[in-house]
């Protein structure tokens, strides 16, 4: 019968895997927040999983009753990765097969005519930066190095002499590009040269037993890597304080 609908209780086991977390290929599980037989409610937290920088909670996606769960504390998991197995029970409708449907026959579409061309304009070739044809005595050779004015702005403002930049445009024009590729080459060389970067000191190893009794506690990823830098932070970084008297009693005048 047409439009009839059917209701019915299905249940199904569903597996939950690890959503899109971001460019993280492997997160660590620090915390289970439901047990085998638990019965949750959609978007109630399953897991809990830390990366170098955050922790977050993977929800569930629907109700149902937890049947598996297929990670523990300690595990690394990444976008897929299945995290456990429910049981789901909910209702489904199942509707009556519709008519296909006619087939109706439409009179072709007349072609419609196609849009003339738009006339070119006769200034249709771009001039770079609005600068004027080079004259013979700026041509490649010349003392000073041929740039339009843009360009020689963009070199002051990153500290680039234009004597120094090879150009690839017409005539040996410097362009925007040359400038941007030498800069790039210039830093890709000086960072290959040794003692180029400035290195911190490696972090000292210290026997804090000699201090007296120690008790060692877990830390978290997080934990470990910010305390890390915090510490060598502490150690590498001047500790300045600076006070600056000013006489102000004219002001409030």
Known sequence: MDGLRAERDIVALKEIQVPDIGEFESVEV?????????????????????????????PAPYGGVVKELKVKVGDHVSKGSPIAVMEVTGEIEEAAPAPAPKKETKPAA??????????????????????????????EGAKHPHASPSVRRFARELGVNLAEVPGTGRKGRILKDDVQNFVKHALSVAGKRPGS???????????FTQFGEIETQPLTKIQKVSGRNLHRSWLNIPHVTQFDEADITELEA
């Open 30 to 58: 620090i915390e289970l927040l439901v047990a085998v037989g638990d019965e949750i409610k959609a978007d109630q937290g399953l897991v809990v999983l830390e990366s170098d920088k955050a922790s977050m909670d993977i």
């Open 110 to 139: 007349k072609e419609a005519p196609k849009p003339a061309a738009p006339a070119k304009a006769a200034d249709e070739e771009t001039v770079e930066d609005d600068e004027p044809e080079e004259t013979p005595e700026l041509a």
């Open 197 to 207: 970067r400035w290195k911190t000191p490696p972090i000292p190893e210290v026997d």
